[in-house]
């Protein structure tokens, strides 16, 4: 166990639903990272909160938002689903930002569009 | 943009033998951090070993140890005495030190399979 918790840890849902999924970080850690993974791709950045601002943006689509809760846990909301959105979504938190020993990662959120 | 490349899509080795992953990335930063994490088939990435690039020591974590070098902006990934557990693919990944604004950048990955 890694410490970040992510639920549910698979999801199936049709085309043009919306979904959110949790992730609660390391104890002590302030800073949250969502990862999208696509098959057989490396982790795309999405998004960066540090203490419950947005710090980063990646290439993270319109359709997708996020927020991180004062209690530091973080949400991402992926609305009007693509089949193409299907994907491994990964949490990841480290203490500080640009903390630079590495992430902690969940274990993924497995999503599934039909 | 840093960007990191993986040109092995995949590789294998036996059981007990030593693999090399090679890893190149491009920066414009004399000072930075560089990464191998593992991700085996129960989907957990897992941090494999760290570098700074300001350190010339190249850093070891029991079997795996890391060829770093600099001037070539390469940073490959070296397994001995390789374990069935080994399977798994494996993201170099590079971070600015300034980090607030540049997470982690991840290469495409290897695809590493331990043969018996």
């Known amino acids: 166990d890694s410490g970040v918790t992510q639920t549910p840890k698979h999801l199936i849902t049709a085309t043009g639903q919306r979904v959110t999924l949790r992730c609660s970080p390391r104890?002590?850690?302030?800073?949250v990272y969502w990862y999208q993974q696509s098959l057989d791709q490396g982790l795309q950045f999405l998004i960066q909160?540090?203490?419950?601002?947005?710090?980063a943006k990646g290439n993270i689509l319109e359709r997708f938002s996020a927020q991180q809760f004062p209690d530091l846990h973080s949400e991402l909301n992926l609305s009007s689903l693509e089949l193409g959105d299907s994907a491994l979504y990964f949490c990841?938190?480290?203490?500080?930002?640009?903390?630079?020993?590495?992430?902690?990662f969940g274990s993924g959120t497995r999503l599934t569009v039909v | 943009a840093q960007t990191v490349t993986q040109s092995q899509p995949e590789m294998s080795v036996q059981e007990a033998e030593t693999v090399t992953l090679s890893c190149t990335y491009d920066?414009?930063?004399?000072?930075?951090?560089l990464f191998w994490y593992k991700q085996p088939p129960s989907r957990q990435m897992i941090l494999v070993i760290r570098q700074e690039a300001y350190k010339q020591q190249n850093a070891t974590e029991n079997r795996f140890s890391v060829n770093f070098q600099k001037a070539a902006k390469s940073f490959s990934l070296k397994i001995s005495d390789s374990q069935l557990g080994d399977t798994a693919m494996y993201f170099c990944?590079?971070?600015?030190?300034?980090?607030?604004?540049?997470?982690?950048?991840f290469g495409k990955g290897t695809r590493l399979s331990v043969i018996a």
């Open positions: 909160y540090y203490n419950g601002e947005e710090r």
């Open positions: 990944a590079f971070m600015s030190p300034r980090g607030g604004n540049t997470p982690l950048v």
């Open positions: 920066t414009s930063e004399s000072n930075y951090y």
């Open positions: 990841a938190s480290s203490v500080a930002v640009g903390q630079n020993y590495g992430y902690t």
């Open positions: 104890s002590g850690d302030l800073s």
